[in-house]
């Protein structure tokens, strides 16, 4: 039992390591990404709450929505590993359209975040360069797709 608590107290103590490394990160992200005009950045915290800096997650402008697999494409192609999570808005899902019938118009908020999201790391294996980089690689993306 005692071993169990040390190894539990170590990774605990860890854990606010890493939530500073991936709040460091997150930050470098956020100024890089911010120097973008076609993506807009999502608030991540409050006064009332405070990320866990999981991830960094950008909503590319309307004009770009429908090129957003062609820039992660090309992300991909530069090294930078991004994720999208919501690939549509639940509303828009077959069961929920065909139970509540919603319409492909319905939630536009909702359909917005979802069809032009893209995720980005910001791990605490990661470095400030690391995050330099992955601007550097979504500009390059962008220009590739206008």
Same mark, same amino acid.
Request: proline share 4%; aromatic share 12%.
């Given at each position: 039992?005692?071993?169990?608590?040390?190894?539990?107290?170590?990774?605990?103590?860890?854990?606010?390591?890493?939530?500073?490394?991936?709040?460091?990160?997150?930050?470098?992200?956020?100024?890089? %990404? #911010?120097?973008?005009? &076609?993506? *807009?950045?999502?608030?991540?915290?409050?006064?009332?709450?405070? @990320?866990? =800096? +999981?991830?960094?997650?950008?909503?590319?402008?309307?004009?770009? %929505? #429908?090129?957003?697999? &062609?820039? *992660?494409?090309?992300?991909?192609?530069?090294?930078?590993?991004? @994720?999208? =999570? +919501?690939?549509?808005?639940?509303?828009?899902?077959?069961?929920?359209?065909?139970?509540?019938?919603?319409?492909?118009?319905?939630?536009?908020?909702?359909?917005?975040?979802?069809?032009?999201?893209?995720?980005?790391?910001?791990?605490?294996?990661?470095?400030?360069?690391?995050?330099?980089?992955?601007?550097?690689?979504?500009?390059?993306?962008?220009?590739?797709?206008?």
């Amino acid at each position: 039992f005692l071993s169990k608590n040390r190894t539990t107290c170590m990774v605990l103590k860890r854990m606010d390591v890493f939530l500073e490394k991936r709040k460091e990160n997150y930050m470098a992200l956020s100024r890089g %990404v #911010g120097e973008i005009d &076609e993506v *807009v950045q999502f608030r991540s915290s409050h006064e009332e709450y405070e @990320s866990s =800096y +999981y991830c960094h997650s950008v909503r590319l402008k309307e004009n770009l %929505v #429908g090129k957003r697999f &062609e820039i *992660v494409d090309s992300l991909k192609a530069q090294g930078v590993g991004t @994720s999208v =999570y +919501y690939p549509k808005p639940v509303p828009h899902m077959t069961y929920y359209r065909d139970k509540y019938r919603y319409g492909e118009d319905s939630f536009p908020v909702a359909a917005s975040i979802s069809y032009g999201s893209i995720a980005f790391p910001v791990g605490p294996h990661l470095t400030v360069e690391d995050m330099a980089y992955i601007v550097k690689a979504l500009k390059k993306a962008i220009r590739e797709v206008q």
